[in-house]
């Protein structure tokens, strides 16, 4: 069962990374454009023509979303993302009059001090964008060490791609795609509980709930050291038809996912930012079945989070923080060591 | 000890309640202009004068906030808080070509569903704004049942006033001060536990922890029925001097709070507002300094608003869910029972 971002029919997504740069690039391509808006709650993001999303303005739909390493030269991954669109509606009969513009937003992450060996010269990004988006599929979203979330970070432990997944009591599909390279952390302290554990769904992310020293641990401040950058970034969909301003209310409760799975979260040098879609699947939800779609964006995002960081590969990186698997998984029930990815 | 709002030097707070009409005001009174922010992630919001306080705004600093119930009617309340100022400025020796203008802004939540005795044609506000001015101490800050949180409700127990406080390990205070009247819950499904249990000091709302089955819980939609309107408001404090940006995002990571404390928070017809208010008593923080302010700011915020719902009285009042006394009291152990107020 696919229960990531493509468990939504027309979703699709494809996924770059360089390992040796510790980089990559990940595209959530749209059968049809898309509903979209975002919420932009980090105080140093790192975006794409994203204000169009803003409710009031006038593209309500888009072709594709980029999620990005690289901070600032990551944004060149739309330009390859536009060439492949370019190419493909290149190939479609023309409509007299008719000029296909493909509408691709994009954020990215700061992952250029987590010890790859970056070019200081070249931007990869455009092609890596490309490649991306020729990839993509509705199989499963890969989890932790793949695409945008290659290079991420949090405050002690290696960030990834994280994808959850839930259907409202309404029949309406909800689910998030998170690249997680918070400046904060998704675990309690220095211990391996994550706090999204109050959501967590069948022992997904090891099943170890909070710990019973929470309070003392929160008040203790755990970020990258040096003013390093870092960015949760994503995407929170559903299959629910939804207009521009519930796309935006989509993505605010999206943030209240980030805020659940990062302490301290959106903070100055945070780039955090979550996009809101709707593939017009299933026909308008009214205000209690939206609400309930609005929880379930919250928990799939908070449980997201917290996959992108169990999931990250246990590569044995020097100059850069432990996974999640290297540092913790010995505390995992057989059973659990047996199951996990 | 004064563990509320006003254990910030210069901050004083006066509340007013009328408990036939369930409604009630807060003003939060500065001793000398305090630099301010608001944050609103609500989609329902009830406000004055708040969008002065974007940081590209002239006017950097305010007299007082107020809270209240009342909805659009409890807006008048700031008219009776610039009364009482007025009448103050009046008393000084006048400056020659200096007019003393009274910033006051103001958040309200909707209370006009929870059963009280409302005047249909006439508002209270206004004479309650100036009692509650006029009323201002440096008293810890009373819990539950009074001032604007008087009439509050949650989608299942009543609401209240609830405040916290914490140190930063760098020295600066950071209080919040919240009126609970979500549409979603402070608690989890219709049991007795909070949300906010990781972050709960010293039993403070009862030393319950989170239940075991607060994932399955989490997925159950439980709002105000009948599409009735909700609203959490309030305001995070510190004594660190900030600038208007940064008070800007203190108040986000105070809306973090109400993310961890309410589920679902931030929905279409929420008014959650959040002020972010400097007293510049203590020196600008270095970032490492400022990220723990703000990582405070998440924890007090979602502490003031379990103690909120906690701390409101057992009246046994009709037509109104009950509150957290009147249902779950029983479940503490007697020390618990012999210490809550």
Known sequence: ?????????????GHVQDLTARTGVSVIRFARPAVASVSVLGGAPALRDTHLLEPEMMVERIH????????????????????????????????????????VVQASLF??????????L?????????????????QPVPAGTAGAGTGATTATLRGGLGSA????????????????????????GHGPHFWSAPFEQEGEFGGLGLPADSAAAAQHLLIKPDYVAGTTIGIVATDATLSPVQAKRLAILGQDGV????????????????????????????????????????????????????HAAPLGWQNCVPSWQEKFAGLLP????????
């Open 259 to 310: 805020a659940r799975a990062v302490l301290p979260a959106h903070l100055p040098q945070d780039g955090d930012t979550v996009f809101g879609v709707s593939t017009e699947e299933k026909p308008a939800p009214d205000l209690t079945a939206f609400c309930a779609i609005l929880q379930a964006a919250t928990l799939v995002t908070a449980r997201a989070v917290a996959l992108g960081v169990y």
């Open 122 to 138: 070249h931007s990869p990004y455009a092609h890596m964008g490309a490649q991306a988006a020729r990839a993509a599929t509705a």
């Open 334 to 341: 057989p059973h659990a060591q047996e199951n996990r990815s």
């Open 111 to 120: 992952d250029l001090a987590n010890g790859g060996e970056k070019d200081p």
């Open 1 to 13: 069962m696919n229960g990531t971002l493509t468990s939504i029919a027309g979703i699709t997504t």
């Open 165 to 188: 997944s839930m259907v409202t009591p309404q029949g309406y599909r909800v689910s998030a795609l998170m690249a997680v390279n918070a400046v904060g952390s998704a675990t309690v």
């Open 64 to 103: 594709a979303i980029v999620l990005s390493g690289g901070s600032v030269y990551g944004l060149d991954a739309t330009t390859g993302v536009q060439s492949v669109l370019r190419e493909e509606f290149a190939a479609l009969p023309p409509v007299p009059g008719k000029i296909r513009v493909p509408v």
